[in-house]
């Protein structure tokens, strides 16, 4: 490993001078671009784990992450990243991945236009989609295993070592489909050195309950052990449904479990199997309209509202080998597999008396379009990884690597109506299916590295190589001739389909080291996101096939710390330039959501992020981004709550905020009774003006959300309290105009409760 030393040409003292002036610049030059407001800065890094030191105050430890697929300090990463411990999750109560996303600068994740659990949307730095019919645009990974199928996206965050969320495209090492960066989700291992266990409980409002256990036992001590952990989470919601029957519209239960277990097969070789699970049943995706939300109204009413079950299933294989010379092979093979079910209303019961009104003047009696729509999805999936890993000495550091995939997708969209027999229509309803089937087939070669030109500067880069092919089988179901008939003339009633593509995601870069603590670091990267089919009606102006979509990122970042490694700051800027975006977008003319391709799209902006340690048991953290983020060529996007299509260029990305912040203040003290502590955290949320539409008509006012969190405990016990939105602000988390008005959804208001932990 090249060791950095003191006596570059650069003298240590001058070097130290420019080092913080330059991270001043850095620092004034991102707040300057987002227009930053007094308190908008927040975690964006995971506040680390002190160090004792002779000096008070204590200093930064370490992050130690993975992100390039080798085990590194994270200041060595040249990735604007968010890094968050296991600890670090459980004391911020981050106990999914939208919470997680919410609270990340640059980044999001909610229910997308339906605000429901299985349509959902997640983005980095602008770059999303809520596309169920499409592949994603942020890549997710379980111990570095795709988790391909956006569906499964809402997951807990069960007994995890820390969370990454790399910023930009992640293509070379992770692959297609990560064109706006990848969250990786990492698990406590097994560990033969130790016997341990933990129980949690917590209560909150809205009936909220949590309840979480783990253990840890050796099998064989130093060479084998097994590890298990469970939990349960229990919410009432915090909507009520007016509607006869049906009390709680956003109700939810989930349960989660996660095993391992670690083998020393030999000096040389260990082996590492894990499975993780999850069964979740909501009420949500239910709607209001945004007439009553501004009035103050926080219920809705809608009889069947929409619910469902999503189970999720994985396991994975890992068998890592040690090579003469210090180098290692690695064997990474993943089974993941995702049923779900969902059925029911999300608007209200009067939002389509306008259309029933219209077709009954059309002479059909009784109409009544239920807009029950009921869907059915599974997705199974394959994957087998080889990689070779060099030693970590020398200046040649690289990972080279092979990949394949095998899945298959199958979707059931629904649709009911109906009315009283007729002389326009028969019968007294339909039902409609729509089926769609994806078989997907992928392979490909990569290799990732830096090479150390000097003592000061580096090179970096690599080349993914891929192909892809698709098999798609569409067919549409009716229980009603004489409505096929009339309504659906033009609609194709089958067809099959395929699509093959090659695909290279290649980046460049080069670092310069400041000193031992400080770089800074430029890069290009590109990042390719597959072409699909859609799955809803398909009319003759609704296209059934959308292209691919690729991005170009260009980037320039700092990592610094300072004051004797008191404070942590990492800074970047980027400029992202991408072709035929892929846009879900609803077309109220012919009552159809289908994926089109904006020709062009832009994004630009940056993130900072920092930590400090104050003294005394004070500490800081920070996290503030800046995206703008906009339609650049989408002349033929569908109208919003009209006819036609509009041309939406210069809009900005739907469901993005420009500017995102967080900030939070901690303190921990010694209670002075045994070996007991105290801490405390106070912080801030902060969103800017969002649009949920292609077209920036439905629109939700930049909002920030205050939480804080309070506990005593030691090695053995814990109590905690904690609230969330403790102003009780009001917001809205996704909309949508289906033909007869805008509809929303609201967000979490005031929300406190209790937890407890025991550790043995």
């Known amino acids: 490993m090249r060791s950095l030393k003191s006596d570059r040409p650069m003298g240590g003292m001058t070097r130290r001078i420019k080092t913080v002036a330059l991270s001043g610049v850095a620092f004034s030059g991102v707040a300057l671009s987002g227009g930053l407001e007094p308190g908008l800065f927040g975690p964006g890094m995971a506040v680390a784990q002190t160090v004792p030191s002779s000096q008070s105050p204590a200093v930064l430890a370490p992050v130690t992450v993975t992100a390039q697929k080798r085990t590194e300090d994270a200041a060595a990463v040249p990735i604007s990243m968010d890094v968050r411990s296991g600890d670090r999750l459980e004391e911020q109560r981050i106990l999914q991945t939208p919470d997680l996303l919410r609270s990340s600068p640059n980044a999001h994740m909610n229910g997308g236009a339906t605000g429901a659990a299985y349509t959902p949307y997640m983005a980095i730095r602008g770059v999303g989609s809520d596309l169920n019919d499409a592949e994603a645009s942020i890549g997710m990974f379980v111990d570095g295993v795709p988790v391909s199928d956006t569906q499964s996206y809402t ?63 050796p099998v064989v001590p130093g060479t084998s052990a097994v590890r298990l952990a469970i939990s349960q989470d229990r919410s009432d919601g915090y909507t009520d449904n007016r509607a006869a029957g049906t009390k709680n519209a956003n109700a939810r239960t989930a349960t989660q479990a996660r095993g391992s277990v670690t083998a020393e097969v030999n000096d040389s070789t260990r082996l590492m199997l894990s499975v993780d699970g999850q069964t979740q049943t909501f009420r949500d995706g239910v709607s209001q309209t945004l007439a009553s939300f501004r009035a103050g109204d926080d219920g809705v009413s809608v009889d069947n509202p929409f619910h469902g079950e999503m189970k999720s299933l994985g396991g994975r294989a890992e068998l890592t080998h040690d090579l003469a010379g210090g180098y290692t092979l690695t064997s990474l093979t993943g089974l993941r597999r995702q049923d779900t079910d969902y059925a029911g209303r999300s608007a209200p019961t009067s939002y389509f008396a306008p259309t029933n009104a219209q077709m009954q003047a059309f002479g059909v009696t009784g109409y009544d379009h239920r807009f029950n729509n009921p869907f059915e999805g599974s997705f199974s999936q394959m994957t087998q990884e080889l990689r070779l890993t060099s030693p970590e000495t020398g200046p040649l550091r690289y990972v080279l690597g092979a990949y394949g995939e095998v899945s298959r997708s199958e979707r059931t969209y629904g649709a009911e109506s109906s009315w009283q027999n007729n002389a326009v229509l028969s019968g007294t309803g339909v039902s409609l299916s729509m089926d769609g089937t994806t078989d997907t087939r992928a392979a490909a070669v990569f290799g990732d590295g830096s090479y150390a030109l000097t003592e000061a500067w580096d090179v970096f880069g690599g080349l993914r190589v891929g192909y892809e092919e698709k098999d798609y089988q569409y067919r549409l179901g009716s229980t009603n001739a004489s409505y096929t008939a009339l309504m659906l003339n033009t609609v194709a009633r089958a067809y099959d389909d395929s699509l093959s593509a090659t ?55 700092m990592k610094n710390s300072l004051f004797g490694g008191r404070l942590r700051l990492d800074s970047a800027l980027f400029y992202i330039d991408w072709k035929d975006q892929q846009v879900l977008a609803f077309d109220s003319a012919a009552q159809s959501t289908s994926t089109v391709n904006a020709s062009r799209s832009r994004s630009y902006g940056g993130e900072l992020s920092g930590e400090v340690q104050l003294g005394d048991g004070w500490r800081a953290a920070l996290g503030v981004g800046y995206a703008d983020a906009t339609y650049v060529d989408f002349k033929n996007a569908p109208a919003t709550g009209g006819t036609g299509s509009r041309d939406a260029s210069g809009k900005q990305q739907q469901y993005h905020s420009k500017l995102t912040g967080t900030a939070e203040l901690g303190y921990d003290w010694s209670l002075g009774v045994g070996d007991l502590t105290g801490s405390a955290a106070l912080g801030y949320r902060y969103r800017s003006k969002s649009y949920f539409d292609v077209n920036n008509t439905i629109a939700q006012d930049g909002y920030g959300v205050v939480d804080a969190r309070i506990g005593v405990e030691n090695d053995h016990y814990g109590v905690h309290l904690w609230g969330r939105n403790l102003t009780d602000e009001r917001y809205i988390v996704s909309g949508a105009d289906l033909g007869n008005g805008v509809l929303v959804s609201q967000g979490e208001p005031l929300a406190v409760g209790i937890s407890g932990t025991v550790r043995f």
Do not use: C, W
Not at 515 to 543: A, H, R, T
């Open 155 to 217: 997951s807990g965050l069960l007994d995890m070592e820390r969370v990454e969320i790399l910023r930009g495209p992640q293509g070379t090492l992770y692959g297609r489909n990560t064109l706006g960066g990848s969250v990786n989700l990492v698990s406590r291992k097994a560990d033969p050195t130790r016997t341990e266990g933990r129980m949690t409980a917590g209560y909150g409002s809205f009936g909220q309950i949590r309840l979480e256990g783990m253990v840890n036992a």
């Open 503 to 557: 695909y290279a995601t290649p980046k460049a870069g080069l670092r310069y080291h400041l000193d031992d603590d400080n770089s800074v670091f430029g890069s290009v990267s590109q990042g390719y996101k597959s072409g699909g089919f859609n799955n809803g009606l398909i009319y003759p102006s609704s296209p059934s096939e959308f292209a691919e979509e690729r991005l170009t990122n260009y980037e320039v970042g």
